[in-house]
DNA sequence: GTCTATAGTAGGATAGAC
DNA sequence: GTCTATCCTACTATAGAC
């Protein structure tokens, strides 16, 4: 036999192991990569550091489970979900309301992937270059159609495309600033709204385009 | 005599203190506060770890120093000129060219901030709360008045300035994606002028101001 | 002002008892 | 699976020669 009770072993692992992806998506979160430490993984997720190492062996193992564990969801969220039956409009207006989603429910994942972005994305480049890219280049292509249907105005697609993924990531990386301008301890949920809200307006405004 | 040579001696230091800070700079903008090294710094600056800690003392202190010497360049372009000739529409687009601007001329000062604020703002939350909070509120107060003579059209104006820092800082801080995406090694002019032209003409139209 | 040497500590990782 | 003990490297910082 390879493993001693491996039903009960294997179910204790998974908790733990979940345990410490959590722990580990709030650290990496706040100091990325190079300036977090396997202890301050361990303290956050209540054990010892050589039990954390029992799990994850080494610390670049740790951060690319961390990666891995959100990416997939993460570029799903950054793409369209072309339904042909939709407007323009509708489809912008959900898009960034997942978006904000995504920032509320997931700010420790959102900042461990701002901190590999602006750290040249040394982990993640090859992923967005194979996965991210093709499905952008697509949304590119259905925006121009819009554009040339007179759906929406003329407009530079690339740029929308960064103008909406910065303006609702910064929700959770950036909280701590609007935090402290809105004179608030923590964003609540009325104020996810309100950014929500605010963007679909502004978005279908600037873009010309009606429900 | 307090210091031999005095003139040349100062004068070298002050040559010696730029070049640090630059590097600095650099290092920080990669890996924020705790990711980054003395080493790297002095690597970067091309000197040796002793001499850097000759001119700074501690890494905390050139943390700060690096902090000190872009923050109130950094505020003053996040707060409005207000030009009582000037429309709403001249003085936002003003604002967004001048906001990439600085993602185009100081991408490492904004990366540095971008750590310290997903970080919680441990350093600058004080210099936040003092400086840019007031002139926030009065750049808000001042885009009610707007919206209240029919110059704009009714919008969140807390929200439209996280939109704005958030679009146009992205230009900085997630240089990376941005390049991968347009298959650029590096942002050039041109991308930075296209950037400015869409994200005023976009604003613009989000906002129904007319120039 | 610049160098060598080194102290002192924190961090990643391993070995081995239980 | 969990613990103690420990190795080794990298890091911040100091002391002191020149």
């Known amino acids: 036999m390879n493993q001693v009770a491996p039903r009960k072993t294997s179910a204790n692992r998974a908790k733990v192991e979940a345990k410490i992806l959590r722990a580990a998506e709030k650290v990496f979160a706040q100091k990325g990569f190079s300036g977090s430490s396997m202890d301050a993984v361990a303290d956050q997720a209540g054990l010892s550091k050589q039990l954390l190492i029992y799990y994850f062996p080494s610390k670049e193992f740790l951060y690319h489970s961390v990666l891995r564990n959100m990416i997939d969801i993460w570029i799903e969220k950054m793409t369209f979900v072309d339904d042909p039956n939709a407007s323009p409009a509708e ?7 997942q ?10 994942g959102s900042k461990v992937f701002a901190h590999e ?5 040394p982990v993640l480049k090859d992923y967005l270059l194979d996965h991210l890219k093709p ?11 819009w554009i040339e249907n007179g759906q929406i105005r003329p407009i530079d697609p690339e740029h929308l495309f960064f103008t909406i993924w910065a303006s609702t990531q910064t929700y959770a990386d950036f909280s701590t600033q609007i935090q402290l301008l809105l004179g608030k301890p923590k964003l609540d949920q009325k104020d996810f ?19």
């Open 91 to 97: 489809i912008i207006e959900a898009y960034i309301r």
């Open 99 to 108: 978006k904000i989603e995504l920032s509320r429910d997931y700010p420790n």
């Open 117 to 121: 972005i602006i750290n040249g994305a």
């Open 135 to 145: 499905q952008f280049e697509k949304d590119i292509q259905l925006i121009n159609k």
């Open 193 to 211: 709204d309100r950014a929500s809200d605010f963007l679909c307006h502004f978005v279908l405004n600037a873009l010309g385009a009606q429900k």
